[in-house]
């Protein structure tokens, strides 16, 4: 099985910055393209960022300029940096890895969310 596991959500005020820590574990082979989502209530889950294995990243619209996705391999964790927050930022944060298990399969995975709350 694989795990991943957020840290780094809270409270800010808007202007304010978070940074939003995932570490996978368990067994597999490869850990390819990661990735942190945002829903916020009412809403469907969006993509924020995407990093590939070797370090191309893809944002959204909204954040480019804002946030910065990066990784570190070696420790199996993606990191998403936020900065100049803005309270239309606020949802529950997932991250999402693609994996290649020992079967040479790959599955997505879910983190378990943190919560971002910006107050104004």
């Known amino acids: 099985q694989v795990r991943l596991v957020e840290s780094g959500g809270g409270l800010v005020q808007a202007g304010g910055s978070l940074r939003l820590s995932c570490r996978a574990s368990?067994?597999?082979?490869?850990?390819?393209?990661m990735g942190w989502y945002c829903q916020a209530p009412g809403k469907q889950r969006e993509l924020v960022a995407a990093?590939?294995?070797?370090?191309?990243?893809n944002y959204a619209d909204s954040v480019k300029g804002r946030f910065t996705i990066s990784r570190d391999n070696a420790l199996n964790t993606v990191f998403l940096q936020m900065n100049s927050l803005k309270p239309e930022d606020t949802a529950v944060y997932y991250c999402n890895a693609d994996v290649t298990r020992l079967n040479n399969l790959d599955y997505k995975y879910w983190g378990q969310g943190t919560q971002v709350t910006v107050s104004s």
């Open positions: 990093i590939t294995s070797g370090g191309s990243t």
């Open positions: 368990g067994s597999f082979f490869s850990i390819n393209a």
